[in-house]
T-cell receptor, first 114, second 115 residues
């Protein structure tokens, strides 16, 4: 167990809908990262937060947004969903904002858009 | 932009043989290189990492080597076992601008170990 908690484990929704994925980092970790992994694909970095503030953005669509709350949990909001958004969404956390800090991944949320 | 190239994309070996996965990176300021193992349907798990002040690191059957001059690093698995079958990802840190410290991942290598 990595200590990173993601909910829900599975999510099935229809095109055009909006969903929220939730992540609680490991105790003591200040930085949260979101990654998208499509079928047989690598890990695409979406966005990073550190201690409540956005730190870096990757290939995140405008339809997607995220935030990190004062208690350090994070939510990833996906709106106007399309079939191509079906993927595994991983949250990871680290002690620092990158810089030689290992990332610890949660078990992911599998999103299926029908 | 900065990226990490990983080869091969698939690798099949016989149980007991060695497996080598290679990665190259473009950001000369990268200083941290972790390797993750991802079993089917599960989360990526850190198996070994190396920092730029070290050329080699070993942990039982797993070793990682780093050549900073050539900007490449490799994962070596000896005496492979069927449970080593998984997708392996290499990664390197970005060290510029607002993305400082973020990890960029290679596209992964699917390792199959045949009994």
């Amino acid at each position: 167990d990595s200590g990173v908690t993601q909910t829900p484990k599975h999510l099935i929704t229809a095109t055009g809908q909006r969903v929220t994925l939730r992540c609680s980092p490991r105790s003591g970790d200040l930085s949260v990262y979101w990654y998208q992994q499509s079928l047989d694909q690598g890990l695409q970095f979406l966005i990073q937060y550190y201690n409540g503030e956005e730190r870096a953005k990757g290939n995140i669509l405008e339809r997607f947004s995220a935030q990190q709350f004062p208690d350090l949990h994070s939510e990833l909001n996906l709106s106007s969903l399309e079939l191509g958004d079906s993927a595994l969404y991983f949250c990871a956390s680290s002690v620092e904002a990158g810089r030689n800090s290992p990332l610890h991944f949660g078990n992911g949320t599998r999103l299926t858009v029908t | 932009g900065e990226n990490v190239e990983q080869h091969p994309s698939t690798l099949s070996v016989q149980e007991g043989d060695s497996a080598v996965i290679k990665c190259t990176y473009s950001d000369s300021a990268s200083n941290y290189f972790p390797w993750y193992k991802q079993e089917l349907g599960k989360r990526p798990q850190l198996i070994i990492d190396i920092r730029s002040n070290v050329g080699e690191k070993k942990d039982q059957r797993i070793a990682v080597t780093l050549n900073k001059t050539a900007k490449h690093f490799s994962l070596h698995i000896t005496e492979t076992q069927p449970e080593d079958s998984a997708v392996y990802f290499c990664a390197a840190t970005l060290n510029y601008g607002g993305s400082q410290g973020n990890l960029i991942f290679g596209k992964g290598t699917k390792l199959s170990v045949k009994p």
